[in-house]
């Protein structure tokens, strides 16, 4: 054991020695673990982590509360304001639109699954990781105006699918018999009652930072680990009160991100936490989930993989942004710029956990594929597509916003960069 964590941790410093070379070779940091998690798992037996079921559990479950609590608190509503109208389009009509067609086809495509098991699907591979096209994010041919739509949408999408996957993983382990009759019930209260409670403890949590740190009670130097704390606080709480801790942990974030006003400089030691757990998570991808996924793979999920990364996101798409003013360049762009990746990934580690083998087999290799697709195919043309619309668009496109930073959500090749504005 103690020779696979000393493993671990060197492939964790040896990419911190080298992430800012590896972008000008096109590997992010997701692509880079999944690959060194194959080679040195399956394919040559170095890196052996057999890890416990509630290991694998609680990392799935914190990194997912970190990644949920900080996108929502970093993009908090004042930062919704300046394209208000493409975030209401893409999050309130095109996240449902894809939610509803992935679950459709997923239904119709797929054999052995079920209505909660298609819901499954369709909702656990509508987020996008705007990880995945990290060197287009940080791209300045590329306008700011369109990184920062889909930096927002990857922030928020995660989200707010996570109350459909959990009622669909409640009714497949329902209709498994692995739950009571009344799961989908019981699960139904759980989200209502880890939204109510989130908020209450976000809003409270949020003002008492910034009363604090006004009045120099609270010292900056730990405002990080507090919020760090407070973003697990926030999901165990919510627990003991019988809440879902993955929403509370999400709308305390939106409330915390509103109330403080400004918590970029609190917020990154909890993004830099996030990020390092994010790495292991896709380590443990490669190691473990990809290839005991590979040997299902048949060519029905290998064709919903495709077409979760074409039709089912890029026509929702186009459907909610028509009217909107975008051209049909910078619709089919966005359109192409969905990554699935490390939201996706965590739902998957958290089916294998809640259901049986034989309830989690129909569901687990579509999404492994999708992932792997996806990781392979926006890592290959993140930057020749991104080079090429934004040089088409450089005189007709967007406007790019003032001179300034903006956070790009997630790791970028390895590390949490800041997007220099153009104007």
């Given at each position: ?334 359109g192409w710029f969905g990554p699935r990746g490390l939201a ?80």
């Open positions: 054991m103690d020779g696979t964590l000393s493993l671990v941790l060197l492939l964790l410093f040896l990419w911190c020695l080298c992430s800012r070379r590896m972008e000008r070779f096109e590997l992010t940091a997701p692509a880079a673990f999944v690959l060194l998690g194959l080679l040195l798992g399956e394919g040559t037996g170095t890196l052996d982590l057999a890890l416990p079921h509630e290991t694998v559990k609680a990392l799935a479950e914190v990194t997912l509360v970190w990644v949920l609590f900080t996108d929502a608190a970093r993009l908090s509503f004042r930062a919704l304001r300046p394209e208000l109208g493409l975030y209401v389009r893409l999050l309130g009509i095109g996240l449902p639109l894809c939610v509803g067609l992935g679950t459709l086809l997923a239904a119709a495509l797929l054999p052995g699954v079920s209505g909660w098991a298609a819901l499954y699907v369709g909702a656990a591979l509508a987020p996008t990781d705007a990880a995945l096209g990290a060197t287009m994010m940080v791209n300045p041919e590329v306008p700011v105006k369109i990184r920062r739509v889909l930096n927002v949408e990857s922030g928020l999408n995660d989200g707010i699918v996570t109350p459909l996957v959990v009622l669909a993983l409640a009714g497949m382990a329902s209709a498994e018999g692995a739950a009571g009759p009344h799961a989908t019930g019981h699960a139904l209260v759980e989200l209502a009652v880890g939204a109510a409670y989130g908020a209450v403890a976000g809003l409270a949590a949020g003002w008492l930072l910034r009363t604090t740190l006004r009045n120099g009670w609270a010292s900056e130097d730990f405002a990080g680990p507090g919020v760090l704390a407070l973003s697990l606080l926030g999901y165990t709480s919510a627990l003991a009160l019988g809440g879902n801790g993955f929403v509370a942990a999400f709308v305390a974030g939106l409330a915390f991100g509103t109330v403080h006003g400004a918590p970029q400089r609190v917020l990154l030691y909890v993004e830099q936490s996030a990020a390092l757990l994010s790495v292991l998570v896709w380590l443990v991808f490669g190691v473990l989930l990809l290839p005991e996924m590979a040997a299902d793979f048949t060519w029905q999920a290998v064709l919903y993989a495709v077409l979760s990364l074409t039709v089912i996101r890029m026509v929702p798409v186009a459907l909610c942004l028509a009217g909107s003013g975008l051209d049909v360049r910078t619709v089919l762009f966005v996706s990934v965590i739902f998957g580690l958290l089916a294998v956990e809640e259901l049986d083998p034989a309830g989690a087999r129909p569901v687990l290799p579509v999404l492994a594929c999708t992932v792997l697709l996806s990781v392979l195919a926006h890592g290959l043309t993140s930057t020749p597509l991104a080079r090429r619309y934004g040089r088409s668009v450089k005189d007709t496109g967007p406007a790019a916003a003032p001179a300034d930073e903006l956070p790009v959500r997630g790791m970028a090749a390895g590390g949490l960069h800041r997007v220099r504005r153009r104007g």
